[in-house]
């Protein structure tokens, strides 16, 4: 299949040459452009996740569609985002893994009010890093991220590396019944809160569960993998030969191919591909999800019967850096210890909550099951507080029977197992201790919870602060 495409130096063979008629998608003009302005309206709704075999079903969406709008928006430069709460609940919008103003991070109780039912309120976001984000709820989000509000947000570079395709694969799982009905009644279900959070019975790439995406054989694809699930790890299973990985939770990294083309996403994390299309003309190749010993079929590559080219691309595919990639750690950290406990089969006995001692019984009475440093929730007093600039070493223990993706708000830190690059979020197995090592630069109140979002309703949540 590969061997049938002859390789060829691309730029020794001229850009005419080898491109013939095909057009690549050049870089996105923003330059002309001042202050993109976007409008976001999170309402109730229907939704169908199969166009073909059910009927719609209740959803939260934003602008009525499942995932929400993807934004783009340039690199450095402030964008204007209308945000509308159509809902009769009140909400808010956090730009998961953007190194934003701390006033505009979307934490309600903590960076700002609640929006409430008919209320707006406007987010300006000036993103140092570009790259793949998201977007989504962050309040009683095991409802309404649940339910469906998330989106793609995309920061672009100025110039991104040359393909045929700019894709998105947002991928989501739901608990729906037979008629694809979503499952409402069991949404806050304390089983799920204290084991894995809600894991869903269908997953979705970009809201549907039967879509395939048209390709040609030749074709380079950027392929942008997000997990916007609330608790469910992906292990993908692509069965296309050429990946290579060039970010990371949106920052760049020195490209490398997948071990057996499998690529796993905690919750919250992304992962940029490159994709060189070596199937043959005509066929269909599968993008699967592992779950245990059963590969299940979640999307498709179709490819034209016509191919693009006879020769795959030999063009560069690193990203250009990001400003953050110039952030140096320090050999001297200021050391914080962080111990996950609680959950089911943990031993917790009790915790800290509302600043005062109480056993698990009564803790399972006002729902908070998760702990960090003995404490259940938001404390009333930060993590840290500290001076901006100061390098910080969380010292994660995960000290219970379950996975826990912590994630940090408005930094991006080296997690121990890939110091090569940056995380805004990383996957803690059960027993594991590591660090998460960042320089807190940036100022305001944090948020540092885990991102199986039932696990951070449970209690699983803290914030520090840079001042
Ligand atoms: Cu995407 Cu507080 O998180
Ligand atoms: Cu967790």
Request: aromatic residues 8%; neutral net charge; hydrophobic residues 40%.
């Amino acid at each position: 299949m590969a061997n049938r495409i002859r390789r060829r130096d691309f730029l020794k063979a001229g850009a005419a040459g080898v491109l013939g008629s095909s057009l690549l998608r050049a870089p996105i003009a923003f330059a002309k452009q001042k202050h993109p302005a976007f409008q976001l309206i999170a309402a109730n709704g229907k939704f169908n996740f199969a166009q073909h075999k059910a009927k719609a079903t209740g959803v939260m969406f934003y602008n009525q569609s499942i995932p929400g709008p993807v934004i783009r928006i340039p690199q450095g430069r402030e964008s204007t985002i209308l945000f509308n709460n159509a809902l009769d609940e009140p909400s808010s919008v956090h730009w998961h893994g953007l190194r934003i103003d701390n006033a505009m991070d979307g934490v309600p109780g903590l960076t700002q009010q609640p929006v409430m039912p008919g209320e707006t309120f406007e987010y300006r976001l000036t993103p140092p890093d570009a790259g793949s984000y998201w977007y989504h709820t962050h309040l009683r989000s095991w409802a309404q991220l649940a339910l469906g509000l998330a989106g793609v947000l995309i920061v672009e570079e100025e110039t991104p590396p040359l393909v045929d395709q700019d894709l998105i694969f947002a991928i989501d799982d739901w608990r729906l019944d037979e008629k694809m009905q979503m499952d409402t009644k069991s949404l806050g279900s304390m089983h799920d809160w204290s084991h894995a959070g809600r894991l869903g019975n269908v997953i979705t790439v970009n809201g549907k569960t039967d879509q395939s995406y048209p390709v040609a054989t030749g074709e380079r694809i950027r392929l942008r993998l997000l997990n916007i699930a609330n608790a469910r790890t992906m292990n993908l299973l692509f069965n296309e030969p050429e990946l290579s990985v060039i970010a990371v939770d949106g920052q760049p990294v020195k490209p490398f191919t997948p071990e057996s083309g499998r690529v796993r996403l905690a919750p919250g994390q992304r992962v940029d591909l490159i994709v060189d299309m070596t199937g043959d003309p005509g066929e269909r190749t599968l993008i699967e999800v592992v779950i245990g010993e059963y590969a299940y079929e979640v999307a498709g590559f179709n490819y034209d019967p016509i191919p693009k080219r006879d020769q795959m691309l030999d063009a560069p595919i690193a990203l250009p850096q990001n400003p953050l990639q110039q952030t140096r750690l320090p050999d001297e950290f200021m050391q914080i210890p962080l111990r996950m406990a609680g959950g089911a089969m943990g031993g917790m006995r009790g915790a800290t909550f509302e600043g005062r001692e109480m056993g698990i019984r009564e803790l399972i009475e006002h729902r908070k099951v998760w702990a960090i440093n003995g404490i259940v929730g938001m404390p009333e007093k930060p993590l840290f507080n500290v001076r901006r600039g100061t390098a910080i070493s969380l010292d994660v223990i995960n000290d219970n029977s379950w996975p826990h993706a912590m994630h940090i708000h408005g930094h991006h830190f080296i997690y121990h197992k890939t110091p090569e690059f940056w995380r805004d979020t990383a996957l803690f197995a059960r027993g594991e201790r590591g660090t998460m090592k960042f320089v807190a630069d940036n100022p305001g109140r944090w948020l540092i919870h885990c991102h199986m979002v039932e696990h951070m309703a449970g209690g699983m949540v803290t914030w520090f602060e840079v001042t």
